[in-house]
Protein backbone atom coordinates (compact mmCIF):
# COMPACT_ATOMS: atom_id res chain seq x y z
CA UNK A 1 0.00 0.00 0.00
CA UNK A 2 2.62 2.31 0.93
CA UNK A 3 4.38 1.43 -2.74
CA UNK A 4 1.15 2.68 -4.51
CA UNK A 5 0.94 5.46 -2.19
CA UNK A 6 4.06 6.61 -3.01
CA UNK A 7 4.23 6.17 -6.44
CA UNK A 8 0.92 8.16 -7.21
CA UNK A 9 2.42 10.90 -5.22
CA UNK A 10 5.50 11.02 -7.32
CA UNK A 11 3.43 10.99 -10.53
CA UNK A 12 1.52 13.74 -8.86
CA UNK A 13 4.45 16.04 -8.31
CA UNK A 14 6.50 14.91 -11.10
CA UNK A 15 4.87 17.64 -13.23
CA UNK A 16 5.45 20.68 -10.66
CA UNK A 17 8.87 19.76 -10.26
CA UNK A 18 9.69 19.55 -13.63
CA UNK A 19 8.25 22.89 -14.34
CA UNK A 20 10.75 24.31 -11.52
CA UNK A 21 13.73 25.71 -12.79
CA UNK A 22 16.36 28.39 -12.29
CA UNK A 23 16.62 31.28 -14.74
CA UNK A 24 20.60 33.01 -15.57
CA UNK A 25 20.34 36.50 -15.10
CA UNK A 26 22.21 37.56 -18.56
CA UNK A 27 22.07 41.25 -18.78
CA UNK A 28 20.53 44.24 -16.14
CA UNK A 29 19.50 47.99 -16.66
CA UNK A 30 18.44 49.80 -14.12
CA UNK A 31 18.17 48.38 -10.47
CA UNK A 32 16.51 44.99 -9.79
CA UNK A 33 16.48 43.91 -6.15
CA UNK A 34 15.34 40.76 -4.61
CA UNK A 35 12.18 41.25 -2.47
CA UNK A 36 13.17 42.37 0.84
CA UNK A 37 16.39 42.21 0.78
CA UNK A 38 18.80 44.97 -0.17
CA UNK A 39 20.48 42.55 -2.53
CA UNK A 40 20.60 43.88 -6.05
CA UNK A 41 20.15 41.60 -9.10
CA UNK A 42 23.65 41.60 -11.45
CA UNK A 43 24.26 39.50 -14.70
CA UNK A 44 25.63 35.96 -14.22
CA UNK A 45 23.05 35.57 -10.79
CA UNK A 46 20.17 33.00 -10.37
CA UNK A 47 16.70 33.86 -10.24
CA UNK A 48 13.70 30.94 -9.28
CA UNK A 49 10.72 30.77 -11.03
CA UNK A 50 8.49 31.33 -7.85
CA UNK A 51 11.34 34.60 -6.94
CA UNK A 52 9.66 38.11 -6.53
CA UNK A 53 11.48 41.02 -7.49
CA UNK A 54 11.29 44.95 -6.35
CA UNK A 55 12.28 47.83 -8.98
CA UNK A 56 13.04 50.64 -6.99
CA UNK A 57 13.39 52.79 -9.81
CA UNK A 58 12.22 53.20 -13.37
CA UNK A 59 12.38 51.59 -16.49
CA UNK A 60 14.16 48.57 -14.96
CA UNK A 61 14.40 45.16 -16.92
CA UNK A 62 16.70 42.52 -17.25
CA UNK A 63 17.07 39.42 -19.77
CA UNK A 64 17.66 35.81 -18.35
CA UNK A 65 17.75 32.87 -20.20
CA UNK A 66 16.29 29.42 -19.46
CA UNK A 67 18.25 25.76 -19.35
CA UNK A 68 16.74 25.00 -23.08
CA UNK A 69 18.15 28.72 -24.12
CA UNK A 70 14.99 30.02 -24.14
CA UNK A 71 15.49 34.01 -23.76
CA UNK A 72 12.87 36.34 -21.56
CA UNK A 73 12.48 39.87 -21.04
CA UNK A 74 11.37 41.01 -17.72
CA UNK A 75 10.18 43.88 -17.14
CA UNK A 76 8.88 46.38 -14.12
CA UNK A 77 5.19 45.32 -13.54
CA UNK A 78 2.58 48.31 -14.45
CA UNK A 79 0.95 50.41 -11.74
CA UNK A 80 -2.48 48.37 -12.54
CA UNK A 81 -0.26 44.71 -12.08
CA UNK A 82 -0.53 43.03 -9.18
CA UNK A 83 3.14 41.73 -7.81
CA UNK A 84 4.09 38.89 -10.22
CA UNK A 85 7.27 36.18 -9.44
CA UNK A 86 9.58 36.27 -12.37
CA UNK A 87 8.00 32.87 -14.13
CA UNK A 88 4.81 35.01 -14.64
CA UNK A 89 6.73 37.79 -15.58
CA UNK A 90 8.81 36.56 -18.69
CA UNK A 91 7.97 37.79 -22.00
CA UNK A 92 9.73 35.30 -24.32
CA UNK A 93 11.60 37.56 -26.83
CA UNK A 94 10.44 37.29 -30.66
CA UNK A 95 13.20 37.03 -32.94
CA UNK A 96 11.99 39.43 -35.50
CA UNK A 97 15.39 41.36 -36.40
CA UNK A 98 17.71 40.64 -39.09
CA UNK A 99 21.26 41.05 -39.37
CA UNK A 100 22.81 43.40 -42.32
CA UNK A 101 24.51 40.37 -44.47
CA UNK A 102 26.72 41.27 -47.22
CA UNK A 103 27.97 38.78 -49.68
CA UNK A 104 31.95 39.00 -48.83
CA UNK A 105 34.01 41.71 -46.83
CA UNK A 106 33.91 43.87 -49.68
CA UNK A 107 32.85 47.93 -49.63
CA UNK A 108 29.34 48.97 -48.31
CA UNK A 109 27.56 49.35 -51.95
CA UNK A 110 24.39 51.35 -50.02
CA UNK A 111 24.65 52.96 -46.57
CA UNK A 112 20.51 53.77 -46.74
CA UNK A 113 20.24 50.10 -47.79
CA UNK A 114 23.03 49.27 -44.82
CA UNK A 115 21.35 51.40 -41.89
CA UNK A 116 17.93 50.99 -43.23
CA UNK A 117 16.59 53.65 -41.00
CA UNK A 118 16.50 51.29 -38.00
CA UNK A 119 18.62 50.88 -34.90
CA UNK A 120 21.88 49.62 -35.63
CA UNK A 121 24.40 48.46 -33.16
CA UNK A 122 28.26 49.36 -32.94
CA UNK A 123 30.10 47.64 -30.74
CA UNK A 124 32.86 49.76 -28.33
CA UNK A 125 34.27 53.13 -29.41
CA UNK A 126 35.75 52.35 -32.61
CA UNK A 127 33.57 50.68 -35.76
CA UNK A 128 35.71 51.04 -39.21
CA UNK A 129 33.81 50.38 -42.26
CA UNK A 130 34.65 49.95 -45.72
CA UNK A 131 32.44 52.11 -48.47
CA UNK A 132 32.12 51.90 -52.64
CA UNK A 133 34.48 54.34 -54.27
CA UNK A 134 32.15 54.85 -57.00
CA UNK A 135 29.06 55.83 -54.92
CA UNK A 136 31.16 57.41 -52.05
CA UNK A 137 34.27 59.12 -53.89
CA UNK A 138 35.50 60.32 -50.31
CA UNK A 139 38.50 62.89 -50.51
CA UNK A 140 39.70 65.98 -48.57
CA UNK A 141 36.97 68.06 -50.59
CA UNK A 142 34.13 65.22 -50.44
CA UNK A 143 33.19 63.59 -46.89
CA UNK A 144 30.25 62.08 -45.01
CA UNK A 145 28.95 63.96 -41.63
CA UNK A 146 27.87 62.46 -39.00
CA UNK A 147 24.91 64.51 -37.39
CA UNK A 148 21.94 64.23 -34.43
CA UNK A 149 20.15 66.57 -32.21
CA UNK A 150 20.35 67.04 -28.84
CA UNK A 151 19.15 69.87 -26.51
CA UNK A 152 17.59 71.71 -29.38
CA UNK A 153 20.54 71.70 -31.38
CA UNK A 154 22.16 69.94 -34.38
CA UNK A 155 25.72 68.69 -33.88
CA UNK A 156 27.52 67.42 -36.72
CA UNK A 157 31.36 65.69 -37.21
CA UNK A 158 32.98 65.55 -39.72
CA UNK A 159 33.96 61.26 -39.80
CA UNK A 160 37.25 60.41 -39.93
CA UNK A 161 38.21 58.49 -43.14
CA UNK A 162 41.33 56.78 -44.54
CA UNK A 163 41.02 56.45 -48.62
CA UNK A 164 37.45 54.43 -48.79
CA UNK A 165 37.47 53.69 -44.93
CA UNK A 166 35.25 55.40 -42.78
CA UNK A 167 35.68 55.39 -38.88
CA UNK A 168 33.14 55.82 -36.18
CA UNK A 169 34.49 56.75 -32.77
CA UNK A 170 32.43 57.15 -30.49
CA UNK A 171 34.18 59.75 -27.99
CA UNK A 172 34.86 61.76 -31.05
CA UNK A 173 31.48 62.12 -32.53
CA UNK A 174 29.40 62.67 -29.01
CA UNK A 175 31.76 65.64 -27.74
CA UNK A 176 30.65 69.41 -28.05
CA UNK A 177 33.12 71.78 -26.88
CA UNK A 178 35.16 69.73 -24.81
CA UNK A 179 31.59 68.52 -22.69
CA UNK A 180 30.97 64.76 -23.40
CA UNK A 181 26.80 63.98 -24.89
CA UNK A 182 24.93 60.98 -23.62
CA UNK A 183 24.34 59.38 -27.09
CA UNK A 184 20.47 57.65 -25.56
CA UNK A 185 19.75 61.41 -24.99
CA UNK A 186 19.91 62.59 -28.80
CA UNK A 187 17.68 61.68 -31.82
CA UNK A 188 17.29 61.94 -35.48
CA UNK A 189 20.82 60.30 -36.12
CA UNK A 190 21.41 60.57 -39.81
CA UNK A 191 24.96 60.42 -42.25
CA UNK A 192 24.92 63.18 -45.16
CA UNK A 193 28.11 63.37 -47.97
CA UNK A 194 29.18 66.93 -47.74
CA UNK A 195 30.69 68.58 -51.65
CA UNK A 196 32.79 71.21 -50.10
CA UNK A 197 33.35 72.52 -54.00
CA UNK A 198 29.89 73.27 -54.05
CA UNK A 199 28.99 73.47 -50.41
CA UNK A 200 25.74 71.03 -50.63
CA UNK A 201 24.60 68.47 -47.83
CA UNK A 202 23.06 65.23 -49.86
CA UNK A 203 21.12 63.25 -47.12
CA UNK A 204 22.59 59.41 -47.13
CA UNK A 205 20.85 57.43 -44.30
CA UNK A 206 18.88 58.12 -41.07
CA UNK A 207 19.63 55.53 -38.23
CA UNK A 208 19.33 54.83 -34.41
CA UNK A 209 23.00 54.12 -33.04
CA UNK A 210 23.06 51.62 -30.38
CA UNK A 211 26.59 51.73 -29.10
CA UNK A 212 27.36 48.67 -26.48
CA UNK A 213 30.24 48.32 -23.97
CA UNK A 214 32.82 45.38 -25.41
CA UNK A 215 33.34 44.22 -21.93
CA UNK A 216 29.74 43.81 -21.47
CA UNK A 217 28.82 41.91 -24.28
CA UNK A 218 31.02 40.17 -23.99
CA UNK A 219 30.03 38.84 -19.84
CA UNK A 220 26.48 38.45 -21.72
CA UNK A 221 27.78 36.04 -24.53
CA UNK A 222 30.23 33.99 -22.25
CA UNK A 223 26.62 33.63 -19.78
CA UNK A 224 24.95 32.58 -22.93
CA UNK A 225 27.82 30.15 -23.81
CA UNK A 226 27.85 28.55 -20.55
CA UNK A 227 24.19 28.09 -20.57
CA UNK A 228 24.21 26.35 -24.57
CA UNK A 229 26.66 23.60 -23.25
CA UNK A 230 24.47 21.46 -22.69
CA UNK A 231 23.02 21.91 -25.98
CA UNK A 232 26.59 21.08 -27.29
CA UNK A 233 26.13 23.30 -30.10
CA UNK A 234 28.98 23.60 -32.98
CA UNK A 235 31.11 26.91 -32.89
CA UNK A 236 29.16 27.99 -35.68
CA UNK A 237 26.30 27.60 -34.01
CA UNK A 238 26.96 29.64 -30.74
CA UNK A 239 27.93 31.88 -32.91
CA UNK A 240 24.80 32.12 -34.90
CA UNK A 241 23.07 32.12 -30.86
CA UNK A 242 24.91 35.18 -30.17
CA UNK A 243 24.36 37.19 -33.38
CA UNK A 244 20.72 36.31 -32.66
CA UNK A 245 20.98 37.56 -29.06
CA UNK A 246 22.50 40.78 -30.16
CA UNK A 247 19.54 41.15 -32.75
CA UNK A 248 16.60 40.58 -30.42
CA UNK A 249 18.23 42.41 -27.34
CA UNK A 250 19.79 45.67 -29.27
CA UNK A 251 19.59 46.02 -32.63
CA UNK A 252 20.75 44.70 -35.90
CA UNK A 253 24.50 45.18 -37.01
CA UNK A 254 26.66 43.63 -39.50
CA UNK A 255 26.89 40.11 -39.33
CA UNK A 256 30.42 40.22 -40.97
CA UNK A 257 32.18 42.58 -38.52
CA UNK A 258 30.15 40.85 -35.26
CA UNK A 259 31.22 37.35 -36.40
CA UNK A 260 35.15 38.69 -36.61
CA UNK A 261 34.58 40.37 -33.49
CA UNK A 262 33.26 36.74 -31.62
CA UNK A 263 36.32 35.28 -32.94
CA UNK A 264 38.93 37.70 -31.76
CA UNK A 265 37.24 38.95 -28.74
CA UNK A 266 35.22 35.79 -26.85
CA UNK A 267 35.89 32.70 -28.57
CA UNK A 268 39.22 33.43 -29.32
CA UNK A 269 40.66 31.07 -31.91
Given at each position: MKKSFYFLFFLLCAPLCSMAQDYTVVHVTGKIYRSGTTTEVHSGDQLK?????????????????????????????????TIKNVQKSLQVIEKTTH???????GPVQNLRNYFAGEQFVFIGDDFYLEVDSKNYPLDEKIFLLYRYDYNSRTITHKIPQTKQVIHFNKPFLYEYKG????????????????????????YVAGFRP???????????????QKVSQRQKLSRTE????FLQYVQDVYGKTDEIIFMDWVDKKVLRK
Open positions: ANEILDYPGQNAWSIVVDEKGIQSFIQQPGPKDPVTRDSKDSIPYLKTWNTELTLFNSNTNLPGIWLNEDDLKKELLLLLKKV
